[in-house]
């Protein structure tokens, strides 16, 4: 057994000198009663039970952190309430930091006392697992609907005019009903045999006759880029891949990115970039998704962006001025101007068009469910460092060749690219029941106080409320008066969200959430290593990763398939 230890941390409330904060012991976090006090002032919070609960759990979630566990880790809860007038007021607040689609949701008690300390009218304790997430078994979670989902769709025959084409991206659903999806050990027998086959394993480990292998690494994050890159080179029957992660769908933590994102097609980029061209390219298979693959749980919905009089030509080129029209006008659907007499007070010019919204959580459990009826074989383990990637094996015991480097934020930090021009850039939303039936998004310009969008997620996924873009700040737990701000801005210029004479009070919320956008000062690298043998980066997508993803795999297949056929014998580099 592990000693006991105490948790401490100073995003928490100091605790009396006769106790700790929690105490880990044996794989369990046991934590003493929280209080709604700020960890800053030691005042209780303003608002009543309501607002004292939620300063609780705040408090108890950065005590888990400290302690390297969660609230998804969460066993058994016990609710001390001064008056069981306030269970509902509570169930409220706890409702925000345990959704209703949590499961197992934790055990729990709740107790009316006389009196508890300092005055407080909510008091709260946890006991919780701390996991294990070196474990090699799997942890993500699939939508029933998606394990064996088979469907069989005709290659479109598309012309683009970006030099990155999608046709393996459209392609890679042509036959695949007629693809088995072995078990993971049969999977690597299915394909060892034979003279011509090649072995990729994601992470990403690619075993070719000539003892070429392809390894591409998801550190910490099975995110939408690594899981599309998996899916396309999964395509090449020869192609054996191996998945490393720490976290995959299922999982949610700040740094995991893609699950907390809207996530929805919006054009963000400058006309003539290289983001403008991925998104490009990437818009024509989500589309594709929308029209013909309902499990991959994508839907068109109408979209408006608004742009403040106070923003105009300060926006970017998602929002423009008054009698002008975007350069992307004829990369989505059905784009046009709002009429002047149509906009709201303050706002100076509108844009309409058609556009697609994502389901996050089902749509990367579908990436996942693909990609296994391919044969692609996923691992749970934290990589530290690029070396550890190429001497990582295949499950089929070759070594690794070619390492892809899709680690998102993880590559700041990741031992042999440790990319200093990465940075966070945080995120803070809200889902709710809501359904305003359109997207929005207004310009904040130089006052992120009056950001504000909406968008509904496809399969009944709820709507997204934001947000913020907060460079280099870290902070996990929400900020509950920024979220009142961008509801209200949402509230304001998308009325319909709401009853007639509702404000934000008509908002019914579901929960609270934030996350770390991976931003580089350059845009996303996809190169090949010059100074590393044998590795193709990926990362550094910011905001725009969902609507990105696609033409960035095919950019990966393509640097692969050059790496490949330059490791032929007699060849000394690898490109």
């Known amino acids: 057994m592990s000693p006991a230890k105490a948790v401490v941390t100073d995003k928490a409330p100091k605790p009396l000198p006769q106790f700790s904060s929690a105490v880990k012991y044996n794989g369990m976090v046991y934590c003493s009663g929280s209080l709604g006090l700020d960890p800053k002032t030691f005042a209780f919070a303003e608002g009543g039970v309501k607002e004292q609960t939620r300063q609780a759990l705040k408090n108890l979630a950065a005590v888990l952190e400290k302690a390297g566990s969660g609230l998804q880790n969460v066993v058994k809860a016990n609710i001390f309430l001064t008056s069981m007038d306030n269970f509902k007021i509570m169930n409220e607040a706890w409702d925000e930091f345990f959704p209703a689609d949590l499961d197992p949701k934790p055990a729990r008690t709740c107790v009316a006392v006389y009196q508890l300390p300092l005055g407080g009218d909510v008091e709260i304790e946890y006991y919780t697992q701390i996991t294990d997430t070196n474990l090699a078994s799997l942890r993500y979670r699939l939508h029933p609907q998606l394990r064996h989902y088979s469907r069989e769709v005709n290659r479109l025959n598309l012309t683009s005019q970006s030099p990155y084409p999608i046709y393996r991206s459209l392609a890679i659903f042509q036959d695949a009903s007629k693809q088995p999806e072995p078990h993971a050990k049969d999977a690597i027998d299915i394909r060892a045999k034979g003279d011509n086959c090649h072995r990729v394993t994601i992470i990403l480990h690619l075993n070719i006759p000539n003892s070429l292998s392809t390894k591409l690494i998801r550190r910490n994050r099975a995110g939408v880029i690594g899981l599309t890159i998996a899916l396309l080179l999964s395509k090449d029957a020869k192609n054996k891949l191996f998945v490393i992660a720490e976290f995959m769908p299922g999982d949610y933590d700040i740094g995991y990115a893609s699950p907390w994102a809207g996530a929805n097609f919006f054009p963000t980029a400058e006309q003539g970039t290289l983001q403008a061209q991925l998104e490009q390219s990437t818009w024509k298979v989500l589309r594709h998704l929308a029209t013909s693959v309902p499990e991959a749980c994508v839907h068109f919905q109408e979209a408006v962006v608004y742009t403040r009089e106070e923003d105009v030509g300060l926006a970017g080129p998602l929002f423009v001025g008054p009698g002008k029209e975007p350069w992307w006008k004829d990369v989505v659907d059905d784009c046009r101007g709002v009429p002047s007499e149509d906009l709201p007070r303050g706002i100076a010019a509108g844009t309409k068009f058609k556009t697609v919204c994502i389901n996050p959580p089902l749509y990367l ?63 803070q939303t809200v889902l709710v029941e809501n ?112 609507q990105t993803s696609w033409a960035s795999a095919e950019m990966v297949v393509k640097l692969v398939g050059e790496s490949k056929r330059a490791r032929q014998p007699g060849l000394k580099s690898l490109l």
């Open 435 to 546: 359904d305003p039936g359109y997207m929005m998004a207004v310009t904040a310009g130089r006052d992120d106080r009056k950001l504000g969008y909406c968008m509904t997620r496809a399969a009944g996924g709820g709507t997204i409320l934001g947000g913020c873009f907060q460079k280099d700040n870290f902070e996990s737990s929400a900020d509950f008066n920024l979220a009142s701000q961008f509801m209200k801005n949402v509230v304001d210029l998308c009325p319909s969200i709401v009853k007639p004479g509702q404000g934000v009070e008509g908002l019914k919320i579901i929960r609270h959430a934030v996350g770390l956008r991976p931003m580089r000062q350059d845009g996303p690298r996809i190169e090949v290593d010059d100074e590393s043998m044998g590795v193709i980066h990926c990362y550094g997508h910011g905001s725009y990763g969902y």
């Open 365 to 427: 459990s579908w990436l996942v469910s693909e990609c296994r009826r391919r044969g692609v074989i996923f691992k749970r383990q934290k990589i530290i460092s690029i070396t550890e990637a190429q001497d990582a094996q295949h499950p089929c015991g070759r070594a690794t060749d070619i390492v892809v480097n899709a680690t998102g934020l993880g590559s700041k930090s990741l031992k042999g690219v440790e990319d200093s021009t990465l940075f966070p850039a945080r995120g």
